[in-house]
Every structure is written in C-alpha cells, then in structure tokens.
C-alpha cells in the first residue's frame, strides 16, 4: 500500500466515526507527530484551574502523601 492509498484508508475509517473520545484521542496521537505536543495544552480552563489549585495546595503542604492514600486503598479493596 503506497501512501495516497493509506491516507486514503485513514480517511475513510475516520470518517465513520462519530465517537468524539475516540477522535480526540486520534488527534492527540496525530498531534504528538507534527509537533511538540502538551497535553497540558488540551485542557480547558476548568481543568487548568484544579490543577493549579492542587499544585498550590501541595506548595502549601496540604498533600497527602502517596503512601497514605495507598495504605487506604488497600485497606479498603483488601488487597
């Protein structure tokens, strides 16, 4: 299969795909080839807001340290 006829095949398999998760995800993947890709950039303002509000918080020492919350889970799933 030559190229036009792969882009082809792409296309045509793209185009009947309504699911809008599967399309992002086909776009990050594309986008990671054709540039330097962030996917910090791909967040909406919300998203960004949380983020920025835990690192804050983390900053502040208001973090929960891994081993804590790891020993909870397991504690309650029982493994």
Same mark, same amino acid.
Not at 8 to 32: M, R
Not at 40 to 50: A, F, G, I, P, R
Not at 71 to 77: F, M
């Given at each position: 299969?030559? %190229? $036009?006829?792969? &882009? %082809?095949?792409?296309?045509?398999?793209?185009?009947?795909?309504?699911?809008?998760?599967?399309?992002?995800?086909? &776009?990050?993947?594309? !986008? &990671?080839? %054709?540039?330097?890709? =962030?996917?910090? =950039?791909?967040?909406? !303002?919300?998203? &960004? @807001? !949380? $983020? +920025?509000?835990?690192?804050?918080?983390?900053?502040?020492? +208001?973090?929960?340290?891994? +081993? !804590?919350?790891?020993? +909870?889970?397991? @504690?309650?799933? @029982?493994?």
């Amino acid at each position: 299969m030559n %190229t $036009i006829e792969l &882009k %082809t095949d792409l296309h045509n398999l793209i185009d009947k795909i309504n699911d809008v998760n599967i399309l992002n995800a086909i &776009k990050v993947l594309l !986008s &990671k080839k %054709t540039k330097e890709f =962030d996917w910090y =950039d791909e967040l909406d !303002s919300e998203q &960004k @807001k !949380s $983020i +920025e509000q835990g690192l804050n918080e983390l900053d502040n020492g +208001e973090g929960i340290p891994n +081993e !804590s919350v790891m020993a +909870e889970v397991r @504690k309650l799933y @029982k493994i």
